[in-house]
């Protein structure tokens, strides 16, 4: 099993599991991995599922359960035209940069039926550190910028959504819409962290 296969059944298998007569929306089909696990458990449950990719993978599978849509997740005008109006899961797996992902959260979260579940893949930079296994720049990068943005938006909407994290594999976000609310906007995270305080005490440890 690879690891994003284990990773798909450690989590996103679990936030699916309670879904009937819903709709799921897909952002990146990657091989049809993800999109196989949604359309296995919409074919049991009465749900539908909407992929979108800006590769053309209509032909992948025949399912009447299924839409592909050839597109880019930010050309908002033109998918909001071809889906529902409410949906019980989005999963976000395209294009890890941090402003992007920030980008697609604030168009697509007013789509999520209040409870609803909004999913971002790779937030964890971790197996993509230098001298690992999987040593990548541009992921380590991108992940640990994702990561950080999506603390911000949350920083500015605890009572908005809950938020929680899997660090299987790359990793994955987990919000969790509490209200109908339109998302505030995100705020930067201030910590003590470089604070004389902070630094004094760090003093202190070390003398210890």
């Known amino acids: 099993m690879s690891e994003y296969k284990y990773k798909l059944d450690k989590t996103i298998a679990k936030e699916i599991q309670n879904l009937r007569n819903s709709n799921?929306?897909?952002?990146?089909?990657?091989?049809?991995?993800?999109?196989?696990?949604?359309?296995?458990?919409?074919?049991?449950?009465?749900c539908k599922l909407y992929s979108v990719d800006n590769v053309d993978y209509?032909?992948?599978?025949?399912?009447?359960?299924?839409?592909?849509?050839?597109?880019?997740?930010?050309?908002?005008?033109?998918?909001?035209?071809?889906?529902p109006s409410e949906f019980d899961l989005i999963y976000l797996d395209t294009l890890h940069e941090a402003e992007h992902v920030k980008k697609i959260i604030y168009n697509y979260f007013n789509l999520l039926t209040q409870n609803g579940t909004f999913i971002i893949d790779d937030i964890s930079h971790l197996p993509y550190l230098k001298n690992?296994?999987?040593?990548?720049?541009?992921?380590?990068?991108?992940?640990?910028?994702?990561?950080?943005?999506?603390?911000?938006?949350?920083?500015?909407?605890?009572?908005?959504?809950?938020?929680?994290?899997?660090?299987?594999?790359?990793?994955?976000?987990?919000?969790?819409?509490?209200?109908?609310?339109?998302?505030?906007?995100?705020?930067?995270?201030?910590?003590?962290e470089y604070s004389f305080k902070n630094i004094i005490r760090q003093i202190l440890l070390r003398k210890k």
């Open 24 to 46: 799921i929306l897909e952002f990146g089909v990657r091989k049809g991995i993800s999109t196989r696990l949604f359309l296995d458990h919409a074919n049991k449950t009465n």
């Open 58 to 83: 209509s032909t992948m599978l025949d399912d009447k359960n299924w839409k592909f849509i050839k597109d880019r997740d930010d050309n908002f005008d033109n998918i909001k035209k071809q889906i």
């Open 132 to 192: 690992s296994k999987r040593t990548n720049f541009y992921c380590e990068i991108n992940n640990l910028e994702t990561f950080k943005i999506i603390l911000e938006i949350y920083n500015n909407n605890q009572e908005n959504f809950d938020l929680s994290f899997s660090f299987i594999d790359s990793g994955n976000a987990i919000l969790k819409r509490k209200t109908m609310k339109n998302l505030n906007p995100s705020k930067k995270i201030v910590t003590r």
